[in-house]
């Protein structure tokens, strides 16, 4: 479960959120709108201890953000799969390297990286692709391949900052039927995205920001 | 275990990766250890110079005329127990004969009627000492003896040789740890470009978490392969310039320059990785805080 009670983040040039209060469920799928400056990111970031409230915590499993200590982070953060809307793919090694990372990070075999690095290529339909560096693949695909590296090591949790940012409408669907597939087994998923024709009428809720604040939820 | 392989690979993967910083480190690294090694070669064989150059000094010791050579020869075994004597010998006046006609080709008593050349004694001192070689305390001494007529050396050289041997030795010691931490701070802003430009694959790793030694480990390996490339370039060089002016310096001097290559590589090795282990180390460090 993700629990936010009664965070706020300033940064110092302004912006941020405020008093946010929120529990997303374990295994739902949850969408977090808002225009552009309204507190996404930041209310993604502070759900990955990339910040920590000014006031309040953030709790996901046993992490506390008001408690949790510094070497701990790489631990949480291995519980989670994070999409961005700019990919952060590496551009010097190819998409298995890519995605085979966390798997390294955590310490698996040889053997079992090779699996499930396999295993995800195929899920995102990108095992002919897996020699490939970055920049010889188009949009689509490196989101796909970003899909492909959250989701690699099993995350309990996956945080997607606008994933469709820099898609055209056609695979923007895919992927959101993607990361549904992924949520129908067993993955909670928050997701934050400034289109709501893209969200909508698909069955998942939806929470509303808007200038640091959650509106609707 | 593949943990280990994966960053070690890391390592050996970014020298290609960052082929500008790794050149720009390694080069680095081979000037610095260049000197170093100059140095400690020089270091090395100092003593070998200094007891060569000291084999040079002499002091040459004239008798008055009409001293038997019986008197001679006592005085210059009174001359071998002055502290810092290694050796006397002692040419009586018919040595002296002996010699002239050697090198002249005339009999002297030919040309002047009788022997003018005094007799004398060539004073050797001792090579192996530490401390600066005083040779005026021993001139005085010899000096005292009424039977001597003449004393011939090079004080004024010896002396500057002395000293510049004491210098030397302190200087190079101050030298070899300025050169090391000016290197180390050079490699450490070196490596920092590379950590700069390598921003989003660290934020990469810290966002699928990573742990700080995990994101470290593979900049600081990278950074001892650097010392290693470094090091084994400038044994190679060292090693080359050597071999080639060994038989010049030998025709010159005399002297041997002694050195073993792998001891020189293994030395050099190891002053580049404890110098690009601090410089990367301090780099790495300072952006992850």
Excluded at chain 2, 96 to 108: P, R
Aim: glycine share 6%.
């Amino acid at each position: 479960m993700i629990q936010l009670d009664n965070v706020s983040y300033t940064y110092e040039k302004g912006g941020g959120v405020s008093n946010v209060n929120l529990a997303i469920q374990d295994d739902e799928y949850a969408f977090l709108i808002g225009p552009t400056g309204s507190g996404k990111t930041t209310l993604l970031r502070l759900a990955y201890m990339d910040l920590f409230p000014k006031v309040g915590k953030v709790i996901i499993d046993k992490y506390d953000s008001s408690k949790i200590k510094q070497k701990k982070i790489p631990f949480f953060r291995r519980k989670i799969g994070m999409i961005f809307q700019d990919y952060h793919l590496l551009n010097d090694r190819n998409l298995f390297e890519n995605i085979a990372l966390p798997l390294h990070v955590i310490g698996f075999q040889k053997d079992e990286i090779v699996d499930r690095v396999t295993e995800s290529l195929e899920e995102i339909g990108l095992e002919s692709k897996s020699e490939h560096f970055p920049d010889e693949l188009s949009g689509g695909e490196q989101q796909r391949a970003c899909v492909a590296r959250a989701l690699v090591k099993d995350p309990d949790i996956i945080l997607a900052d606008e994933p469709t940012g820099n898609l055209d409408p056609v695979t923007s669907f895919e992927l959101i039927k993607l990361l549904e597939e992924i949520n129908r087994e067993g993955t909670t998923i928050l997701m934050a995205s400034h289109n709501y024709n893209l969200i909508k009428g698909r069955g998942h809720r939806i929470i509303e920001i808007q200038n640091g604040i959650v509106r609707k939820s | 275990m593949d943990k280990i392989t994966f960053l070690l690979s890391e390592g050996l993967k970014n020298l290609w990766r960052h082929k500008l910083t790794a050149f720009t480190s390694i080069f680095s690294i081979f000037l610095t250890l260049t000197v170093a090694g100059s140095l400690l070669i020089v270091s090395d064989n100092t003593e070998r110079i200094i007891e060569y150059l000291r084999d040079k000094y002499k002091i040459e010791v004239f008798f008055k005329q009409n001293i038997s050579d019986k008197r001679i020869q006592e005085i210059s075994k009174e001359f071998k127990s002055i502290r810092g004597v290694r050796s006397t010998t002692v040419i009586t006046k018919t040595d002296a004969k002996k010699i002239f006609k050697s090198q002249f080709g005339e009999d002297i008593l030919n040309l002047v009627g009788y022997n003018p050349l005094p007799a004398s004694c060539v004073i050797n001192l001792v090579k192996e000492q530490k401390n600066k070689l005083n040779i005026r305390p021993i001139v005085d001494r010899i000096r005292k003896f009424s039977e001597v007529d003449e004393v011939n050396y090079q004080g004024r050289l010896i002396n500057r040789i002395e000293t510049a041997y004491q210098s030397f030795v302190k200087v190079s010691v101050v030298l070899l740890i300025i050169i090391l931490v000016v290197s180390v701070l050079i490699i450490s802003n070196t490596v920092r470009l590379t950590i700069y430009a390598k921003k989003e694959l660290i934020k990469s790793f810290q966002l699928v978490g990573a742990t700080r030694s995990f994101i470290k480990t593979p900049f600081i390996l990278e950074g001892v392969f650097h010392g290693l490339i470094g090091a084994f370039i400038a044994s190679l060089l060292l090693y080359g310039t050597l071999e080639f002016s060994s038989g010049f310096i030998l025709s010159l001097t005399g002297l041997i320059i002694d050195f073993s290559f792998f001891n020189l590589l293994f030395l050099l090795s190891s002053l580049g990785i404890v110098i690009s282990f601090l410089g990367s180390s301090r780099a790495i460090s300072q952006f992850l805080k």
